[in-house]
């Protein structure tokens, strides 16, 4: 895997994280100031607010360790080739 096919999947991972950001602590905010019980019948503690919130952040680790384990410290090269030796076993 090339550097910018690790580039590429953080994006995509970053994009997608979030979202789950923007979904997660709005439905923790709306749970945390009561605004969420006046919608639906359901009958839940503010506190229960708290739990997306903190998912949330978490899911934003999944692109920075994507970024860690795939892009930093490569200079460009392929990944997946075996290196060759450059001169013969000894018998």
Known sequence: MTKQTGWILTAVAGVIALCCLIFGCGFGITTLTGVFQNTVDIELQPWVGVVPICLSFIVIL??????????????????????TATEPPAQ
């Open 62 to 83: 999944a692109p920075i360790l994507l970024w860690y384990f795939l892009v930093r410290g490569k200079n460009g090269e392929e990944s997946s080739e075996v290196p």
